[in-house]
């Protein structure tokens, strides 16, 4: 059993940057996938990034790349969003994951654990 638990959401306005932060409680093994997901007002749940823990290989939802970057910390057994350059359209609840496979999957259906979200909110 693994839990996740987010922290680094809150307010900012329009350009600005975010870093966000996932400690995992449990084992993470080497084929595992951490991942992003968020979730705006009124959308579905998207992804938005993702790494391989073992490999290090990174994945972008197209929407975010060039702005955001994913990192992990195998040592914390944490995983980070730094988000930088926010839009007004960043705005949601953000989402750690973890799947359990060795193939990259962006359904959120797919993920087999995850944290209880933390709101991130873009002002203008």
């Known amino acids: 059993q693994v839990q996740l638990a987010e922290s680094g959401g809150g307010l900012v306005q329009a350009g600005g940057s975010l870093r966000l932060s996932c400690v995992a409680s449990g084992t993470i093994y080497a084929n595992d996938f951490m991942g992003w997901f968020r979730q705006g007002p009124g959308k579905e749940r998207e992804f938005v990034a993702a790494i391989n823990w073992r490999l290090n290989k990174k994945y972008y939802a197209d929407s975010v790349k060039g702005r955001f970057t994913i990192s992990r910390d195998a040592a914390e057994n944490s995983v980070y969003l730094q988000m930088n350059n926010l839009k007004l359209e960043d705005t949601a609840v953000y989402y750690c994951?973890?799947?359990?496979?060795?193939?990259?999957?962006?359904?959120?259906?797919?993920?087999?654990?995850w944290g209880q979200g933390t709101q991130v909110t873009v002002s203008s």
């Open positions: 994951a973890l799947l359990k496979s060795p193939y990259i999957d962006y359904n959120s259906g797919s993920y087999d654990y």
